[in-house]
């Protein structure tokens, strides 16, 4: 069986790509990646780290300094950020929510690949889906086959990109969880833009991540398990 | 006009390039960027500020921790750099020299993109070429090809790649750096993997430098200059 390894940023996505990955290649064949970026929120590292733990796989953090010194975005920067982007002029650069980093899946993908590289991993799995409202184009199938054809070309190696959610709405990967076993580690994922425990039930994020509960009828057990010890 | 950005690593090649993007997109629409991402030598990055200056564009330098963080190759590692690889057996990963670092142009041209992006310039120059004795499949035109088509989509921005020494032999690069005026910015740049000046001239970069300057008929101003000062 060959190996795969899960980039795991900690959120309610990656989580349930890395029980699909365990499902898939089998839990001694899986490892976990996850990006130390400059994040305004350590919190999101520290579940990506408790997921793995509780997912039993080995997880890798790796440091990444070049998108704080690149700037300009709200995700890494001291800038607030914006609740709603112009869907309807999605396609126009200067219209993409100030959370877009752009071309950072693309070079979470590379590094990931330069570490399978370098210990026989020939499969990636990320948990980008274009159906998200973000409208991120390094979000799309399109690209994500275009990457997996230049890193194949750049490395010379079999690399295999994975993207399991890609075309699910967020009530189907809710759904997807619940039957792979993922929800006593979706208890610990984090997904505010805020980086509070409990959520703040008001950002986007937390908005969209509720919504995908609801229609899949499925109580959160991250918000489950604030309530039960009523700080996380 | 449209902008230009060069990859600058401070060697031959990316001066080349530097002094082929002032005479296509003129000086006033050129700026350079150099990596910091844990070269062994630090000279090479005051080569490429100097090369800048000379040059009179702006030069910035980008920080990358993340190679260092993945090991395990001479160019960022306290590893000894293998002198040759066996070429017969290039397409065989195990066979790369061990100065490969996996998807680094892919790396380097994808912060470039995020960089240019941000400052909406629409060019990427870079001095990879795959005439170079090295066999790096990150520095073929099909690869650099594929690369373009999906920063396009990863970022929905129109960027182009130039590699305008990708098919010269290194005779060819110099006599283009000889036509384009580049001499007096030449003899800043650095090559040897040694990380001396004068350099060590027994090392492969240096004696594949020597090897293009010869058969160019052309002195290097690098060993000129550090003739004259008797150290540089």
Known sequence: MSKALVVLSGGQDSTTCLYWAINKFGRENVSSLTFDYGQRHKIEIESAEKVAEMAAVSNQVLPINTFSALGGNALTADIDIQQTADSDAANEKSYLPNTFVPGRNLIFLTFAAA??????????????AQTDYSGYPDCRENTLNSLEQTLRLGMEYNITIHSPLMNLSKACTVELAVKLGAMDAMAYTHTCY?????????????????KGFAEANVADPLIERCRFFHNC
């Not at 399978?116 to 799995?125: C, K, P, S």
């Not at 959520?199 to 908005?207: G, N, S």
């Open 194 to 210: 805020e980086g509070t425990q409990p959520p703040c039930m008001k950002c986007q994020a937390c908005i969209l991540r509720a």
């Open 115 to 128: 570490y399978a590289y370098q210990r026989d991993i020939e499969n990636l799995v990320i948990g980008v």
